[in-house]
């Protein structure tokens, strides 16, 4: 008979676990708290986003440092400082992020990415840096990762329970719940539940017991039987597409960059699964695997280093392109030393990636030192060779048409450069203020602040999805706005929402917005603009849908990269129903068609609202 755990075991586990990782569990739950606060709000709020992206970074910083402490039988004294001296770098680093601090191609970004995964590596081995068998350091990372596929069941399992279980409440007891709460739900689960559940199972490094240096059967026969026999199928693939651009003299496309990195690092981690079998009688087929493994895979890092150098020959040096060559570097090393070295210490793996993670994330020789200056160059060889340049290297006026290859190249390096740090690196350019010229944009009649910049040089911005010659047959494209200058009537609203963006193609498609004690839900499904009222919890009281289409094929088309300026009267909608007024204004709104299909729709528009019972 199943013996379940009571709640009194339950209780005292919790406990236990918080007193063994109380600031993981402090960061772990303000960072949720925060998070579940945000999902709550129409705007967003740039201090409590940057403190949720911090305590993601913290947590796994401070488990580390905690088994670390474990390991080395810290004094508690030692083990607090070093969480104190911890709190106040996260604090500084905290302080020095920008505002606008999120998913994007910043240097910023790019930066926390790198020391996310530092400090997730730095979990793998702090407790076994110096001394600890090497079964000891497989064995706990095994636990560890055993750990999370199970917490990641669980709450995989919880949120499809509990999912369930709101639209039960929904659609049998008439609870009226806002969409929100299942994304609430959501973030409650992996930021506390998760978290915790995932900490109560991280083994002590000074004391490893029986059933975690055991090595699970089910483990090998899904490494053994699943995960080697794809490593081998992937490894034949990207060996036919050797021969075929063997065959063809063709340069290799940059996608196989990626699959190389793939495949090749999946394959170390199945041998690593395997690694405290393979000495066993019945398993010494993993050593000679294993050594064929890392031999069959220096062509293959031949082929790597080609495409990279392929795309950087071609297009200069850019974060991404850096990483990956970092990468194909470490990876070739580690071939060579699993193929010379006699010692074969797997500890090698997380800590050299580790070290190489840090230290490209700052300095000269960092990733966005490095592409920075090699976009830069770039710009300043083709600006050179069009005579673009003054005495002083400031840019002049494109006197003549610049090549639509150039102009690409130009574009495509500008824009790189505003997302990797703003307007900084480029200003050296140009003797006029970059950040008023892109404040002003819209007076330029720009959509992009890279168009606002190009145009400055002389020419539109190009894309680079655009052809030499025109758009691709069967596709076009307009985007409008309305006059700065033209006043909008108030009269008869009561409230007023100067810009709202929604996309029809990708997220944002819903906004939800409070008028005094109303809440108002804005959509965008196609063409159809829909605004709902809501009433307590979240229920729609009464629906207005507005077609898109008449308005839009009374509109002028433009070039992909500047806004046709229309008067406001002609992008302006109004809609009544029986207890709201509404008049929508578009500040701007674009189309792109597709063989005749209308792929998406983007607005941003201003919103007057009144109530009329």
């Given at each position: 008979?199943?013996?379940?755990?009571?709640?009194?075991?339950?209780?005292?586990?919790?406990i236990?676990?918080?007193?063994?990782?109380?600031?993981?569990?402090?960061?772990?739950?303000?960072?949720?708290?925060?998070f579940?606060?945000?999902?709550?709000?129409?705007?967003?709020?740039?201090?409590?986003?940057?403190?949720?992206?911090?305590?993601?970074?913290?947590?796994?910083?401070?488990?580390?440092?905690?088994?670390?402490?474990?390991?080395?039988?810290?004094?508690?004294?030692?083990?607090?400082?070093?969480?104190?001296?911890?709190?106040?770098?996260l604090?500084?680093y905290?302080?020095?992020?920008?505002?606008?601090f999120?998913?994007?191609?910043?240097?910023?970004?790019?930066?926390?990415?790198?020391?996310?995964?530092?400090?997730?590596?730095?979990?793998?081995?702090?407790?076994?840096?110096?001394?600890?068998?090497?079964?000891?350091?497989?064995?706990?990372?095994?636990?560890?990762?055993?750990?999370?596929?199970?917490?990641?069941?669980y709450?995989?399992?919880?949120?499809?329970?509990?999912?369930?279980?709101?639209?039960?409440?929904?659609?049998?007891?008439?609870?009226?719940?806002?969409?929100?709460?299942?994304?609430?739900?959501?973030?409650f689960?992996?930021?506390?539940?998760?978290?915790?559940?995932?900490?109560?199972?991280?083994?002590?490094?000074?004391?490893?017991?029986?059933?975690?240096?055991?090595?699970?059967?089910?483990?090998?026969?899904?490494?053994?039987?699943?995960?080697?026999?794809?490593?081998?199928?992937?490894?034949?693939?990207?060996?036919?597409?050797?021969?075929?651009?063997?065959?063809?003299?063709?340069w290799?496309?940059?996608?196989?960059?990626?699959?190389?990195?793939?495949?090749?690092?999946?394959?170390?981690?199945?041998?690593?699964?395997?690694?405290?079998?393979?000495?066993?009688?019945?398993?010494?087929?993993?050593?000679?695997?294993?050594?064929?493994y890392?031999?069959?895979?220096?062509?293959?890092?031949?082929?790597?280093?080609?495409?990279?150098?392929?795309?950087?020959?071609?297009?200069g040096?850019?974060?991404?392109?850096?990483?990956?060559?970092t990468?194909?570097?470490?990876?070739?090393?580690?071939?060579?030393?699993?193929?010379?070295?006699?010692a074969?210490?797997?500890?090698?793996?997380?800590?050299?990636?580790?070290?190489?993670?840090?230290?490209?994330?700052?300095?000269?020789?960092?990733?966005?030192?490095v592409?920075?200056?090699?976009?830069?160059?770039?710009?300043?060889?083709?600006?050179?060779?069009?005579?673009?340049?003054?005495?002083?290297?400031f840019?002049?006026?494109?006197?003549?048409?610049?090549?639509?290859?150039?102009?690409?190249?130009?574009?495509?390096?500008?824009?790189?450069?505003?997302?990797?740090?703003?307007?900084?690196?480029?200003?050296?350019?140009?003797?006029?203020?970059?950040?008023?010229?892109?404040?002003?944009?819209?007076?330029?009649?720009?959509?992009?602040?890279?168009?606002?910049?190009?145009?400055?040089?002389?020419?539109?911005?190009?894309?680079?999805?655009?052809?030499?010659?025109?758009?691709?047959?069967?596709?076009?494209?307009?985007?409008?706005?309305?006059?700065?200058?033209?006043?909008?009537s108030?009269?008869?609203?009561?409230?007023?929402?100067?810009?709202?963006?929604?996309?029809?193609?990708?997220e944002?498609?819903?906004?939800?917005?409070?008028?005094?004690?109303?809440?108002?839900?804005?959509?965008?499904?196609?063409?159809?603009?829909?605004?709902?009222?809501?009433?307590?919890e979240?229920?729609?009281?009464?629906?207005?849908?507005?077609?898109?289409?008449?308005?839009?094929?009374k509109?002028?088309?433009?070039?992909?990269?500047?806004?046709?300026?229309?008067?406001?009267?002609?992008?302006?909608?109004?809609?009544?129903?029986?207890?709201?007024?509404?008049?929508?204004?578009?500040?701007?709104?674009?189309?792109?068609v597709?063989?005749?299909?209308?792929?998406?729709?983007?607005?941003?528009?201003?919103?007057?609202?009144?109530?009329?019972?």
């Open positions: 008979m199943i013996k379940l755990p009571s709640l009194e075991n339950l209780s005292k586990q919790a236990e676990t918080s007193r063994r990782f109380p600031v993981v569990l402090t960061f772990a739950i303000m960072g949720t708290v925060a579940l606060w945000l999902a709550d709000q129409n705007m967003g709020h740039p201090a409590i986003v940057n403190f949720i992206w911090v305590s993601a970074l913290a947590i796994s910083i401070f488990t580390a440092i905690t088994t670390a402490g474990e390991r080395y039988k810290w004094s508690g004294a030692k083990l607090w400082g070093t969480r104190i001296i911890t709190v106040i770098l604090g500084i905290y302080l020095f992020l920008p505002e606008e999120e998913p994007s191609g910043s240097e910023a970004f790019y930066r926390y990415l790198l020391w996310f995964l530092a400090g997730h590596l730095l979990v793998s081995f702090s407790p076994f840096v110096s001394g600890g068998k090497v079964h000891d350091f497989w064995a706990y990372n095994k636990s560890l990762f055993l750990r999370l596929l199970l917490s990641a069941l709450v995989a399992v919880l949120f499809a329970g509990l999912s369930i279980a709101l639209i039960s409440l929904e659609n049998l007891l008439e609870f009226n719940l806002r969409s929100v709460r299942y994304g609430q739900v959501a973030i689960l992996t930021g506390i539940f998760g978290t915790w559940f995932f900490l109560s199972g991280v083994p002590r490094p000074d004391d490893l017991t029986e059933t975690e240096r055991s090595y699970p059967n089910g483990l090998r026969l899904f490494v053994q039987y699943v995960l080697l026999p794809l490593v081998v199928v992937y490894i034949l693939i990207l060996y036919l597409y050797m021969g075929k651009i063997l065959i063809e003299w063709a290799p496309n940059g996608w196989v960059a990626n699959l190389v990195l793939s495949f090749s690092i999946t394959g170390i981690l199945a041998l690593l699964l395997l690694h405290p079998i393979q000495k066993e009688e019945d398993h010494k087929w993993v050593t000679v695997f294993a050594r064929g890392y031999v069959a895979l220096i062509p293959l890092i031949v082929l790597l280093m080609l495409s990279i150098w392929v795309r950087i020959s071609e297009y040096v850019t974060v991404n392109r850096y990483l990956v060559a990468l194909a570097v470490w990876l070739s090393g580690i071939v060579l030393y699993f193929l010379i070295s006699k074969r210490n797997i500890k090698v793996i997380p800590i050299s990636l580790f070290l190489i993670t840090v230290l490209i994330s700052f300095g000269p020789l960092s990733a966005f030192e592409s920075e200056r090699s976009q830069l160059n770039r710009l300043e060889s083709i600006f050179q060779k069009h005579d673009l340049l003054d005495e002083s290297g840019i002049v006026t494109a006197g003549s048409e610049i090549p639509f290859d150039d102009r690409k190249q130009i574009s495509s390096g500008i824009r790189y450069l505003l997302d990797l740090n703003g307007t900084e690196s480029l200003q050296k350019f140009f003797s006029d203020d970059l950040d008023e010229l892109i404040e002003n944009k819209h007076d330029l009649e720009v959509v992009t602040d890279a168009g606002a910049i190009t145009l400055k040089i002389g020419f539109e911005y190009v894309y680079d999805w655009e052809e030499e010659g025109g758009m691709e047959e069967g596709f076009s494209f307009f985007q409008v706005s309305s006059m700065n200058t033209d006043a909008v108030v009269d008869g609203f009561t409230h007023h929402f100067g810009s709202i963006e929604l996309w029809s193609g990708a944002p498609k819903e906004v939800e917005v409070l008028a005094g004690d109303h809440e108002f839900r804005i959509s965008l499904s196609d063409h159809m603009l829909q605004m709902d009222l809501l009433g307590e979240g229920a729609v009281t009464e629906i207005l849908e507005m077609d898109l289409m008449p308005l839009i094929e509109l002028p088309r433009s070039s992909p990269s500047v806004f046709e300026t229309v008067p406001a009267r002609d992008l302006t909608l109004e809609a009544a129903g029986e207890r709201f007024l509404v008049k929508v204004v578009f500040n701007t709104l674009s189309r792109q597709q063989d005749g299909e209308l792929q998406n729709i983007r607005v941003n528009l201003g919103l007057f609202t009144r109530l009329t019972d």
